[in-house]
């Protein structure tokens, strides 16, 4: 068996206002389960890139130990690239973000990564605001160690092997808004049309976006009594809104169910709109969207979509106030203010 894609594509592919076309946004064959639904997130992720017209090169993708964390190898074979220790890729993150603030940071974590390991870690990158794109691909189990229950799996959620959950599950949406994070939503990875809107999206927010996903495990947690198999997400998801991203200054046409729309503007000028849907939910209302998703929770419902956005999200750099241009770019000359300088400053520390 090989895992080497084949080089030919159709002539006729189309190509985005970069030049590229789709495959220029690939990677490696896949190695994880047929079907498995990190594999749709990460199609979701290429068709994103390809649609927002990313250069593969101002993109750096970062993970750590899981299934979901092999996926980078699938996806941008063109970006920038680190697969980092279990649980510790929001410090990976955190310090390439601060050494060069024009890529796009891109991390991907799993449930066990992200809600055990790495909460700590997790915590702290939302409490800095750090301008990343942070998915979770949640499919409630260990999926590499044979299937035990994560911190996300649902209390009396049963697995494979038939055991039942005792514990309480970790809601990191919920976890999200609660500590801060400028832009939250949640998704299934069975869902690309309201998926990859949401990718676009979180790439063009100034701070930290989190987009929790589940995704069905299809070897060890897509049996009866999981409540992250695939049955029982599409019977229990609850969306907020019909999703989409309008980028700036590209004419796009949608339709929309009746009822009201709202436009959320980010700092670049581009726009999220939103259909509402859900009576009393507003995106930008931190409180109202902490009541939808404990409101979900307790009647069981996987809510999806855009649950929070603030629009005047503030990023690390800006709130320590590093220079405009990249630390990694600076000169000597630039970082030696000069002996008078100096001079002056251990004066004030005297």
Not at 146 to 162: E, M, Y
Not at 251 to 275: A, P, R
Request: hydrophobic content about 35%.
């Amino acid at each position: 068996m090989t895992y080497i894609r084949p080089k030919f594509r159709h002539p006729e592919l189309p190509k985005n206002k970069l030049g590229y076309s789709v495959d220029y946004y690939e990677g490696a064959l896949s190695t994880l389960c047929a079907g498995c639904g990190h594999d749709s997130i990460s199609a979701a992720i290429v068709r994103a890139c390809y649609e927002a017209n990313i250069e593969p090169h101002k993109l750096a993708k970062l993970s750590g130990i899981g299934c979901s964390s092999k996926t980078p190898a699938y996806f941008l074979s063109n970006s920038h690239g680190f697969n980092s220790v279990h649980g510790r890729m929001p410090s990976i993150a955190t310090g390439a973000n601060l050494a060069n603030r024009d890529l796009i940071y891109f991390g991907v974590s799993g449930d066990g990564d992200t809600a055990s390991i790495g909460m700590g870690q997790f915590v702290h990158a939302i409490r800095r605001n750090l301008n990343m794109v942070y998915i979770v691909m949640n499919n409630g189990c260990y999926g590499l160690t044979k299937g035990q229950d994560s911190a996300t799996a649902d209390q009396g959620s049963k697995n494979k092997s038939g055991n039942v959950n005792l514990f309480d599950s970790i809601d990191l949406a919920g976890m999200a808004i609660e500590l801060g994070a400028s832009f939250i939503a949640q998704s299934f990875s069975g869902d690309k049309t309201q998926l990859v809107p949401l990718i676009k999206a979180a790439m063009h927010h100034p701070g930290f976006a989190f987009i929790n996903v589940i995704s069905p495990c299809v070897t060890f947690n897509n049996n009866a009594g999981s409540t992250k198999s695939y049955d029982y997400v599409r019977h229990h998801i609850d969306a907020t809104a019909t999703v989409d991203f309008v980028p700036e200054m590209s004419e796009i046409t949608t339709e929309y169910d009746e009822g009201t729309s709202k436009q959320v503007k980010m700092h670049d000028g581009s726009f999220v709109s939103l259909h509402k849907v859900a009576h009393g939910w507003d995106p930008v209302d931190r409180l109202s969207a902490m009541n939808a998703i404990h409101h979900a929770r307790a009647n069981n419902e996987v809510l999806t979509g855009l649950l929070y956005i603030n629009p005047n999200s503030n990023d690390l750099h800006h709130l320590v106030q590093t220079t405009d241009k990249p630390l990694n770019v600076l000169t000597k000359s630039e970082l030696c203010p000069g002996a008078e300088a100096l001079k002056k400053i251990n004066e004030e520390l005297k």
